[in-house]
């Protein structure tokens, strides 16, 4: 932190780049790909553009309550004016205008004319389809481009599609008001006769109270009627304004479109974003250990040292798998068995758990081979394999399985009988997973195996317990309980921070003491 701000670590991004570049080329290559291959197909067409102010239909005449919406809804007005009705109209303008020998797109013959015309509806598709209309902002203004394949093609297509915006709106706006006065002289009919029926009835009414109702009906009738003469009157002062072209579309001076280099260039440049993009994401989705050490350290996992794993790493044949003494594998895990023991002794323990989250071949080898540093350097160890589901650790010292913790704990034999040495590890004390047994939980669950822990941890500086891995079956958190310490073998690019965190909480949930975190890399160290 400087002054209180977080300082960008750049290694972080730098590093991503390195795991995804092959990523990142991948996607700038194919974003150059198709933007060569759009601009490629990009229609040469020209572009003729006309502009429109569109007004309220019912002006307000000479009563101003009949200005009763003056606003006008421009998303509505720019999908009536690229409409397929307009283009067939637009089509029928040019085909009437013509005819008639005149470029006057409002001349009433050319209108007339026009009305009495059919169009190929396919050809007004087409024009739909080229046709692009915009709305400047805070305005009543639409832009109406129309793309053809010649200037002169897409300067008419445009001026007659202008045109016809308005005669549709024109004629929807008449029409409207045709229908609402059509409906009020049929009303105003109904009132007549009706009110002609009630003079009648008035006429013979038996009674004075009958007399007065028929009066106050015929009062109320009159002024429906009375209403209805105003509303007339109204409608006949209304005056249909659809709008005007404010500018004809001028006849355009070169083909639309961008430069052919823009294509590969932005596709390039999109491409290169995208990747990136993808891959900061698969980095961030993707929380295995990268640098282990300082990882673990923010997480509270103190890392003890790193050591290899990798079978190919060991001369002792395919299946052993114990560092030689003098090679960089064997000096690796001394360090390591060293950080370890002076954790221990501190705290005045001896019997520590080795267990993994997912992966049970490298908390296997790095069990054996910090109990083969910790005997070459003269301590008392005994290294306990407690895998009791898949047991390897034999395999890796060339020992059999024919007896060993699973019979000690089942009582069929004593401690001693269990035991077996190595060539050329006096120190070194092993007693393998045993015989195969149906439930291994049980034994695990026992109360024997507290009193086997207790027994030979007085007889040994350090003894090593092999466990199969915590978020695989719940043997370790059993063992780890029973353990005065826990080590975590932690894989980078194959162990994940979720499946740590979560392998530290089993552990710790039971009561175990997680004292630290080996690093196990694939590679040598």
């Not at 690229?82 to 089509?91: F, I, N, P, Y």
């Not at 639309?256 to 980095?283: E, I, T, Y």
Request: net charge negative; proline share 4%.
């Amino acid at each position: 932190m400087l002054d209180g701000e977080a300082v960008v670590d750049v290694s972080e991004y730098t590093s991503a780049l390195k795991r995804w570049w092959p990523l990142i080329a991948v996607a700038s290559i194919i974003g150059l790909v198709l933007g060569s291959l759009l601009i490629g197909l990009q229609s040469s067409s020209y572009e003729a553009v006309a502009t429109v102010e569109v007004r309220p239909l019912v002006t307000q005449g000479d009563d101003p309550n009949l200005d009763v919406n003056r606003q006008v809804n421009t998303t509505t007005e720019r999908a009536i004016a690229g409409s397929q009705r307009v283009a067939e109209r637009a089509l029928a303008l040019l085909e009437a205008a013509e005819t008639v020998g005149t470029d006057d797109l409002d001349d009433p013959e050319v209108e007339a004319l026009a009305a009495t015309l059919v169009v190929d509806t396919k050809v007004a598709r087409t024009v739909v389809e080229n046709v692009d209309i915009s709305i400047p902002a805070d305005s009543q203004i639409l832009e109406i481009s129309v793309a053809a394949d010649s200037a002169s093609r897409s300067q008419d297509l445009a001026q007659s599609m202008a045109h016809a915006y308005l005669d549709f709106r024109r004629d929807e706006g008449l029409a409207g008001t045709e229908l609402a006065r059509q409906q009020l002289l049929a009303r105003e009919q109904e009132l007549i006769l009706e009110l002609d029926a009630l003079s009648r009835e008035i006429a013979s009414a038996n009674s004075e109270a009958e007399r007065q109702s028929l009066s106050y009906r015929d009062v109320s009738k009159r002024e429906e009627l009375a209403g209805i003469g105003s509303r007339l009157a109204n409608i006949s002062a209304i005056s249909i304004n659809a709008g005007e072209v404010l500018d004809d579309a001028e006849l355009p001076d070169g083909r639309a479109g961008l430069p052919f280099l823009a294509g590969p260039m932005s596709g390039l440049l999109l491409g290169a974003l995208a990747g990136l993009g993808v891959a900061f994401m698969l980095d961030r989705r993707d929380d295995r250990f990268r640098s282990a050490p300082s990882e673990l350290t923010q997480m509270e996992l103190a890392p003890m040292g790193s050591v290899p794993v990798g079978r190919g790493i060991f001369r002792l044949g395919t299946d052993q798998a114990i560092a030689e003494l003098n090679s960089e594998a064997g000096e690796a895990y001394r360090r390591v068995q060293g950080s370890l023991l002076f954790n221990l002794d501190q705290s005045d323990k001896t019997v520590v758990l080795v267990t993994g989250t997912n992966n049970p071949h490298s908390t296997t080898t790095v069990a054996a081979n910090l109990a083969t540093a910790a005997a070459r350097a003269g301590r008392r160890t005994l290294l306990i394999g407690a895998d009791l589901r898949r047991p390897s650790l034999h395999d890796r010292f060339g020992l059999d399985n024919v007896r060993g913790l699973s019979d000690v704990l089942s009582g069929n034999i004593a401690v001693d009988g269990a035991l077996q040495q190595p060539p050329e590890l006096p120190n070194l004390r092993i007693i393998p997973a045993g015989s195969p047994v149906q439930q291994p939980a049980r034994l695990l669950q026992s109360v024997a195996l507290g009193r086997f822990l207790s027994q030979v941890k007085d007889g040994y500086d350090l003894v090593v317990v092999e466990a199969p891995p915590v978020l695989s079956v719940a043997d370790a958190a059993d063992l780890g309980r029973l353990c005065e310490g826990v080590v975590l073998v932690v894989e980078p690019g194959r162990t994940s921070r979720s499946d740590v965190a979560d392998s530290v909480e089993q552990l710790r949930r039971v009561g175990a003491d997680v004292v630290g975190s080996i690093v196990a890399e694939s590679t040598p160290v």
